[in-house]
């Protein structure tokens, strides 16, 4: 049995600053390996006769993390297949990670934080959430995380692509000032080429029905017959798709805000979304915006909330005439710059000052915009891909390019905040591989143990796309709506309320009897 080991780290990343960990498996080794391997001789390997197919893997060996985390946390390396049909042949690794339980006598069980992304680090996550968790859950769980495939500390994978394909502005596919797509296309196809060239296997391996099933080899590892999950944002589709696939191995499952679950549209309606999610958003920036508090800290961008959307949109299109130098070199703020920075900020009003800040300099003729660390420098290689695999693996995207020229010019003219970004083409769009299989399609069937918690005004997942969720799950789930702006809720951007409602549900299990409505 072939085994591909990177080695593990554990470094607290934001959302969108991820770059810190570029452990990089080569994809060319990989599948040159693969090439080598026929089925006899991966029925040789080391190992292959040790167990039978389909068994679960060797016990995790626990030790200390390679870098500073949470006390008491430990690290270990979950061996799952590089492909399920062949369950004994090429493994790959994955970066684990947890904190037991300080009360034993308090123990119930294992809690799994499933990250989000597609692209985010769950050791990442485990060590930035770890502290408030142990907090809330009192002892209830071992708290537990893990790195998809492509992530953190887990094997990897790199589509070569140059500087500029690398760029977070760029990777979302923002269209021209005049709304053409030519540029964009002709990016997207370029992207996809470079992905099939060199992602190899192991790109190929990046999906939510592998990540499911990693899930289920890292339950079995652990011994547990159910666990309890935590899944927020792209989480909650791989969190879903446990809870359909494997229900007899679900326990209390908590899906911090979710999107769509249409099958036959998943990532692609996720990202068409982005549009009603930033119009959601807005108003709670503009509100904070206009506040007279902002004006000792020259932060207040207009006296009204109403007059801030269109100073915003004056603003972008300003500067997608006329970009302005910023203080990073060769990167000037534009306007797709500009809403790309407004995307990222609404996810959690802490972000609003750097926003509002980032307009100011923009207005002032004699300053250098600051431009936030994410849009400032390309994300690493295997990052990029990473962000891009589940996407394009999931599900099959139109490829006639007239399709999105078409609704990126109905787009803008229904959400100028986005200008039309949502909608345009991506790699997706000319990528080599078919999907393996058909998305899962989420019911009603199994256990009533689940509880989403959505706020009302999330920019990333809209409400609208939850409510989708909410009614694919029928009885088994109850839905607690927060009056609230920002993504991902339970213990960062949501409320008291719904931090309680969570932490009574993972604790006691406790769940509201019908769907309820948080207005603190």
């Not at 500073?68 to 399920?84: K, R």
């Not at 099959?396 to 970004?421: E, F, I, K, N, Q």
């Amino acid at each position: 049995m072939t085994t591909y080991r990177t080695t593990h780290r554990t470094t607290h990343l934001t959302a969108h600053a991820r770059r810190a960990l570029v452990l990089t498996l080569s994809a060319a080794a990989v599948a040159g390996t693969l090439a080598a391997l026929s089925p006899a001789a991966r029925a040789q390997s080391p190992g292959a006769a040790a167990r039978a197919p389909g068994a679960p893997g060797p016990a995790l060996g626990w030790g200390p993390c390679a870098e500073p985390g949470l006390p008491g946390q430990e690290c270990a390396e979950l061996p799952v297949p590089l492909d399920y049909r062949d369950p004994d042949g090429p493994q790959l690794t994955l970066a684990v990670s947890r904190v037991r339980s300080d009360r034993p006598a308090a123990r119930r069980g294992t809690l799994l934080v499933i990250p989000g992304g597609p692209g985010g680090s769950g050791v990442a996550r485990l060590v930035a959430k770890g502290r408030a968790l142990e907090k809330e859950m009192a002892g209830a769980y071992d708290l537990v995380s893990f790195d998809p495939r492509g992530t953190g500390g887990s094997a990897k994978a790199g589509c070569g692509l140059d500087a500029d394909d690398r760029q977070l502005v760029t990777q979302r596919s923002w269209p021209a000032p005049d709304g053409g797509i030519t540029e964009n296309t002709a990016r997207s196809r370029r992207i996809a080429e470079a992905c099939a060239r060199h992602g190899g296997a192991v790109l190929r391996s990046m999906s939510t029905a592998n990540e499911v099933r990693d899930i289920d080899r890292l339950r079995q590892a652990l011994g547990e017959e159910k666990l309890s999950a935590w899944a927020a944002s792209y989480g909650v589709y791989p969190g879903a798709v446990y809870a359909q696939k494997y229900p007899q191995h679900t326990d209390r499952w908590v899906l911090d805000s979710s999107g769509d679950p249409d099958p036959s549209r998943v990532e692609r309606g996720w990202l068409a979304n982005v549009s009603v999610g930033a119009d959601d958003g807005f108003p709670g920036f503009a509100a904070w915006a206009a506040d007279p508090a902002r004006e000792s800290e020259g932060l207040r961008l207009a006296e009204r909330p109403q007059d801030v959307r269109p100073l915003f949109l004056a603003l972008a299109a300003k500067l997608d005439r006329a970009p302005k130098e910023s203080t990073t070199k060769g990167v000037p703020l534009t306007g797709n710059l500009l809403r790309q920075a407004l995307l990222t900020a609404l996810q959690g009003g802490s972000r609003f000052p750097q926003l509002a800040r980032l307009v100011r300099q923009a207005q002032d003729p004699a300053a250098r915009p600051v431009l936030p660390d994410a849009l400032a420098g390309p994300l690493p290689d295997d990052q990029a891909a990473a962000m891009l695999a589940t996407v394009c693996n999931d599900v099959r995207w139109p490829a006639s390019v007239d399709v999105y020229r078409r609704a990126v010019a109905a787009d803008r003219v229904r959400h100028p905040l986005t200008a039309g970004m949502p909608a345009n083409i991506t790699p997706c769009a000319f990528w080599k591989d078919a999907p393996v299989q058909k998305p899962t399609r989420i019911t009603a069937d199994g256990p009533s143990n689940i509880l989403m918690l959505q706020n009302r005004r999330d920019p990333a997942t809209p409400y609208s796309g939850a409510l989708k969720m909410r009614q694919a799950l029928g009885g088994r789930a109850r839905l607690v709506t927060l009056d609230h702006g920002g993504h991902e809720a339970y213990l960062g951007n949501g409320t008291a309320c719904g931090d309680r409602a969570v932490t009574a549900f993972l604790t006691t299990g406790r769940r509201p009897e019908r769907d309820a409505y948080c207005a603190d």
